[in-house]
């Protein structure tokens, strides 16, 4: 009887050292389990944020290209632009979460409209918009339309570089063409 008794206790042993094995196993699937997927995470943050922030720069174009097309469509009608959100009539609202929104008029001869948009959150572009008249007779004007970027994101506390519009319907300093 002694003898049965042996495998029992080497058997007991054995389960032990199992328990104890895949215990130590355990630990390692909570570093991979847990720590891991953190660490991955604090690295791919930076990269999930541009993403963010890429995903809400088309509403300011969208807008400032629909506030082109209605100062062309205003000047069309009163042979003038306005400086007005309310009077280009497309129900843009003047700030939303993620831009503040202005029109103008450059009193140049001929005169050139410009929208603005302005990040109202850190880490976003702005945005300008021009309309440009080219006289083809002396009471007779053809409208282009040109979409500029900011070269680099700006901070809500940073201005937008001054646009300026330019006699050759270029972005001015500080800004990439989009059209």
Request: some cysteine; glycine content about 8%; aromatic content about 10%.
């Amino acid at each position: 009887m002694t003898q049965d008794k042996a495998p029992t206790q080497k058997n007991a042993a054995s389960k032990m050292g199992n328990l104890l094995m895949w215990g130590l196993a355990g630990c390692g699937c909570f570093g991979f389990g847990v720590v891991f997927p953190r660490i991955l995470f604090v690295i791919a943050l930076p990269s999930l944020l541009a993403q963010d922030n890429k995903a809400r720069q088309p509403e300011a174009k969208t807008y400032v290209g629909s506030l082109n097309r209605a100062q062309q469509a205003y000047f069309i009608k009163n042979k003038t632009f306005t400086d007005s959100l309310e009077a280009t009539g497309i129900g843009i609202s003047a700030q939303t979460e993620n831009y503040t929104y202005q029109i103008g008029i450059y009193e140049t001869q001929p005169p050139v409209a410009i929208s603005l948009a302005k990040p109202t959150q850190d880490s976003l572009k702005g945005y300008a918009g021009f309309v440009f008249l080219t006289p083809v007779d002396d009471s007779h004007f053809n409208t282009s339309t040109i979409l500029c970027e900011t070269a680099t994101p700006v901070s809500r506390e940073t201005p937008l570089p001054s646009p300026q519009p330019t006699a050759s319907m270029e972005c001015p300093a500080g800004f990439v063409g989009l059209n």
